[in-house]
């Protein structure tokens, strides 16, 4: 019984000692196919290489693509510019800023951790130099970050999509009110912190319509993106996964002849850093899918399926019981590779208590989310404490405020799935 567990067991552990994710599991993967002898292990290697054989996942190195060509364009300077207009006048306006700015980057960056990367290096110093502490400025650039994973187009939602077979479309659409609901609440948290603080704004009165019209006209190119992919998805112009190729195009020529920011000298250094991101994502998603057969051949899925709906089989009461799981699991996994792992486990299951795989999926990206700047293995916590240098202790202090704001948004999801359907629903009608 317990060699039926050892890889899982083994995977923890690695995990524990901080092994990288990606060979974290694919080693506790390796571990069952060396321990089971009427299994070749030369399935073990076509079950890695196996998982990248698909077209869904075509859209991933489209959109890091996108997004660094974006980035590149000076992008983010004109939204910065736009962030100042509209919130500079708040207390606590550059962290204000930062929450605007990543939400206005989530349709174009798909990563949450190239977002936090950029947010703790172009934010954090000037915040940290105007009087804030490095320890909150590493958690607003990493709690903001985590926008991009439901605002379109998201990778983590792409991932769910293929994995449990549900319309990208409808899950770019309906993470759109999550992800304003997410802003919203750090937003508020943010003016509650830096009320107490004295973390003052960057001006005394609102900038006025006039500045505010001018910032957006510089930005409106980039922000027409996020419009154009779901516009062209919606009208069946191109699938999700051809969308992440158009918007390549598209953003070329934004770069090229509308900022005029971006020569095509750029464009090597730009694919260096795309191939980088994108093979640490497909890495993990081909250690998963070995892991993934562990899993099934164990009959671990059917097994948790039968525990689960032994417990409850109310799918309201089902659902929080799934969120309180991943919260925990969400501590010790990094966010991709328990989405990997867990869709094909609690997607079947909820299916058959008729919750819809949309909403499900919203509330999964969102509770995974989460953990990325959860100690002790949050990925945007690492990022934004190390560019900022600050101690895991300092940081998980400074992050209670906003974990508590961000779970009252994930019950909210969880328990109205009208905040999650309603937009697809108008768009595509009811499913």
Request: charge should be neutral.
């Amino acid at each position: 019984m317990l060699a039926d567990w050892f890889p899982g067991i083994l995977m923890l552990v690695l995990f524990a000692l901080e092994t990288p994710i990606s060979f974290a599991i694919a080693i506790s993967a390796l571990s069952f196919f060396l321990m089971d002898d009427g299994i070749p292990l030369k399935i073990f290697a076509q079950k890695m290489v196996s998982a990248t054989d698909s077209y869904p996942l075509l859209s991933i190195p489209f959109f890091v693509l996108a997004g660094a060509i974006m980035n590149k364009a000076g992008i983010t300077s004109r939204l910065l510019a736009l962030a100042d207009a509209m919130v500079g006048h708040m207390t606590g306006a550059l962290a204000q800023m930062c929450t605007l700015l990543a939400t206005m980057l989530g349709g174009l960056t798909a990563s949450s951790s190239a977002d936090a990367a950029m947010l703790a290096k172009v934010l954090g110093p000037e915040m940290v130099r105007t009087g804030y502490s490095p320890a909150f400025a590493a958690v607003i650039t990493s709690s903001a970050a985590i926008i991009t994973s439901l605002i379109p187009p998201s990778i983590g939602l792409i991932i769910y999509g293929y994995i449990a077979d549900v319309s990208v479309g409808r899950l770019f659409i309906g993470g759109i009110i999550p992800g304003l609901l997410l802003a919203a609440s750090l937003m508020l948290v943010t003016w509650y912190v830096s009320k107490k603080r004295g973390y003052l704004p960057l001006r005394d009165h609102y900038a006025g319509h006039s500045a505010v019209w001018a910032a957006f006209k510089e930005s409106i190119w980039a922000l027409s993106i996020p419009v154009f992919i779901i516009v062209g998805i919606r009208y069946g112009i191109f699938t999700p996964t051809e969308a992440g190729a158009m918007t390549v195009i598209y953003t070329i020529g934004v770069g090229l002849f509308a900022y005029r920011s971006l020569s095509w000298q750029d464009l090597p250094r730009v694919l260096k850093e795309t191939a980088l991101d994108t093979s640490s994502v497909m890495l993990m998603i081909c250690a998963a899918s070995a892991f993934g057969f562990y899993l099934a051949w164990q009959r671990i899925p059917p097994q948790m399926a039968g525990w689960l709906i032994t417990v409850t089989q109310d799918p309201l009461y089902l659902l929080l019981l799934i969120n309180v799981t991943l919260i925990v699991l969400g501590t010790a996994i990094e966010g991709t590779s328990a989405l990997i792992i867990l869709t094909p486990i609690f997607v079947p299951i909820l299916l058959k208590l008729h919750v819809d795989p949309v909403h499900f999926g919203i509330v999964l990206i969102t509770n995974l989310t989460i953990a990325g700047i959860t100690p002790p293995v949050g990925q945007m916590m690492f990022i934004s404490s190390q560019v900022l240098r600050v101690p895991m202790e300092d940081y998980t202090i400074e992050v209670l405020p906003f974990l508590g704001a961000m779970l009252v948004v994930l019950l909210l999801l969880t328990v109205f799935p009208i905040i999650t359907l309603w937009l697809p629903d108008l768009v595509y009608g009811v499913a």
